[in-house]
């Protein structure tokens, strides 16, 4: 369904032969972005985009046809074909298919940093110091967010590629930011570690392999549409525009062209990026597989389709990671028809815990399973999001953990981890190296079974709390995240408003996937009727009572009160009267109402850039209306201008 935009009048301009448009506006700041051979190479893809539509309901019908006939999630039938390729499912199992060996930039990745390659709202030198700080962190690989981690409001999708353009490209604007950028890194190192981490700088830039994560299957992008007004896939808009802009100069550089393609649910889907990356190779007159992805196993449907899921991408997929709050979003947005299956608080919820410890023992399983050609595929662990800045002790702890969570890892049989911040790239290095081998692949686990007992792992709840303080925690840090999200800051510093004071307690870098957690079990505690396991005299609720509505308005009454008296480093003054009452408009009709959505971005996206709250409210209802008269998603820009 198309709400029409409500702001001001569109000015568009038809682009390519004319399937497309985008924004006038745009159009002409930004012309350096949408250039000819982006425009081409968008025209190629554009076709595809009917197919990533049918996907994309396909979801939403098999979502609700399972809450109606309360079935979870199966494998696929092993003699069945994997839908849009001509691969058995079980040739899919036994690596009968054919991959690719791991190129020689991604055969030692011990870290990955993760984040956005742009600011919001600040001039271009201020913006593409995300990226100096990145290249020169000493990370093997560095992740540049399209997604979770990157804003979108205004055209921040567009600075992000701009960016990366002009950083890939060495242009002088980037070689002035990055030198200052060195110094102040030298000066920190130097400081907390004992030593420069950046002797030369220039060289240091060419150290770390680029990544470049896409928005998923499930957005529509923010500037251009289909003709008919229509929205049109942000990932077709955004391996277009980066594959145009930086392919030739890595691939001159000696360096791969690698993905990390999210929130695939399905080996169908995985089939449709494989034809979008084929169809750019042609296009560019590349041999097929020259482009790499990792796929990020954020969706439980994908761990009963891991080798089907390597099979369908064939020699563009090189490895998997792990990651954590977007899987545990799937797990309950995937079980929110099933009374039964609630989850606890969630810092319960670890790569230990119950159906993640699973999921975990699938990927590494699968990823050491051998292609027709002997080829095994990489496994990337989670992420880090401690930041060490805090008090002595504070900090020594986050580390301390930090450093146990990559040992956890590197034990299981990762090749290396995630870390949100460039400051962690020493921290967690010291525990790869120590294992002395670039990779870990070909590990040998026990061959992955299709069992009724492997599928029930995939959804074991172990016993853990679920207290009124682990309430208080869902509601305070979805609340500011949703205001930071509205504020143009998807990667932002956070922890509980009650801890804003205990600098022993660090800040955590979070992205789209916290606010979509707590808001799912939040919306589970309260529409499951969840109990409470212990006392809390505070509310004078016992051990066994309910966590009711009652209970909910009440906590978030108190937690964003607690945000209003805020100082302006935790909650900036200018939105608590602006975007931080519509994270609170949000958070609160997301909860109590009984349908559940599926996507908590949705919400947030419907009023990006807007900052009236009737307005907001207005939008959050109708998209509420046609989910549940439609069984549809109000997707595109509202304020496409």
């Not at 060490?388 to 020594?396: E, K, L, N, Q, T």
């Not at 907001?616 to 496409?640: H, K």
Request: charged share 25%.
């Amino acid at each position: 369904m198309v709400m029409r935009p409500t702001t001001v009048e569109s000015k568009t301009r038809r682009i390519g032969c004319g399937t497309l448009e985008i924004s006038e506006r745009v159009f002409g700041d930004y012309q350096a972005v949408f250039t000819k051979p982006a425009i081409d190479a968008l025209d190629v893809l554009a076709p595809f985009d009917l197919e990533r539509r049918r996907l994309m309901q396909s979801r939403l019908e098999t979502r609700a046809g399972r809450a109606e006939s309360g079935l979870r999630i199966d494998f696929l039938d092993a003699h069945a074909t994997i839908a849009g390729t001509s691969i058995l499912v079980q040739d899919a199992r036994d690596g009968r298919f054919e991959g690719a060996p791991i190129p020689a930039d991604l055969q030692r990745q011990w870290v990955q940093g993760t984040g956005p390659g742009a600011r919001p709202n600040v001039a271009l030198k201020d913006s593409i110091r995300n990226v100096a700080y990145a290249l020169l962190s000493g990370a093997d690989g560095w992740m540049f967010d399209g997604e979770d981690a990157l804003g979108q409001v205004s055209t921040m999708s567009l600075d992000n590629q701009r960016n990366l353009s002009l950083a890939i490209d060495r242009h002088s604007v980037f070689l002035e930011v990055a030198e200052h950028v060195a110094r102040q890194m030298n000066s920190w190192s130097s400081k907390s570690l004992g030593y420069r981490m950046v002797e030369d700088w220039r060289e240091q830039l060419n150290y770390s392999t680029v990544l470049f994560r896409p928005r998923g299957l499930h957005l529509d992008d923010r500037h251009v549409r289909a003709s008919n007004g229509t929205g049109f896939s942000a990932s077709i808009v955004d391996l277009a525009l980066y594959v145009t802009h930086n392919q030739a100069r890595l691939r001159g550089r000696g360096s791969t062209v690698v993905f990390y393609l999210p929130k695939i649910q399905t080996a169908e889907e995985a089939g449709l990026w494989n034809r979008l990356l084929e169809s750019l190779e042609e296009h560019l007159a590349l041999p097929i597989g020259t482009f790499k992805a990792y796929v990020l196993v954020e969706q439980i449907e994908a761990s009963f389709q891991l080798m089907e899921i390597r099979a369908a991408l064939g020699k563009h997929f090189v490895g998997y990671n792990t990651g954590r709050w977007d899987y545990i979003n799937s797990v309950s947005d995937a079980m929110s028809w099933a009374p039964d299956f609630i989850n606890p608080n969630i810092d319960a919820i670890g790569m230990t815990f119950g159906y993640m410890r699973n999921y975990e023992d699938r990927v590494r399983r699968a990823v050491n399973t051998a292609d027709a050609n002997g080829n095994f595929a990489l496994w990337q662990g989670g992420m880090e999001p401690n930041i060490p800045v805090g008090s002595d002790a504070g900090v020594d702890n986050g580390m301390n953990r930090a450093v146990a969570g990559g040992i956890r890892e590197r034990e299981a049989g990762a090749s290396g981890k995630w870390v949100a911040h460039w400051k962690m790239v020493p921290i967690v290095r010291k525990v790869w190296k120590a294992a002395g081998v670039d990779n870990q692949l070909g590990r040998h686990f026990p061959q992955l079974s299709y069992t009724s007992g492997d599928a029930d792992g995939l959804l074991e709840i172990d016993s853990a709390p679920r207290t009124v303080r682990g309430a208080r925690d869902l509601i305070s840090v979805a609340l500011q995240y949703g205001n930071a999200f509205e504020q143009g800051f998807q990667a932002v510093a956070l922890k509980p408003a009650d801890s804003f004071a205990d600098d022993d307690m660090l800040y955590l870098m979070e992205d789209m996937a916290t606010g979509e957690i707590r808001l799912s079990i939040l919306w589970e505690w309260l529409h499951k009727g969840a109990t409470l396991t212990e006392d809390d005299d505070e509310t004078a609720t016992r051990a066994g009572d309910p966590f009711t509505e009652k209970l909910f308005l009440r906590l978030i009454a108190e937690e964003y009160d607690k945000l209003l008296q805020a100082a302006d480093r935790n909650v900036h003054e200018d939105s608590k009267r602006t975007t931080l009452p519509i994270a609170r408009a949000t958070v609160s009709m997301y909860v109590t109402d009984s349908t559940k959505v599926p996507w908590g971005i949705d919400l947030l996206n419907l009023n990006l850039n807007n900052h009236d709250q009737k307005r907001a409210v207005g939008r959050i209802r109708q998209y509420m209306s046609v989910l549940r008269s439609r069984g549809t998603r109000i997707t595109e820009n509202l304020d496409f201008y």
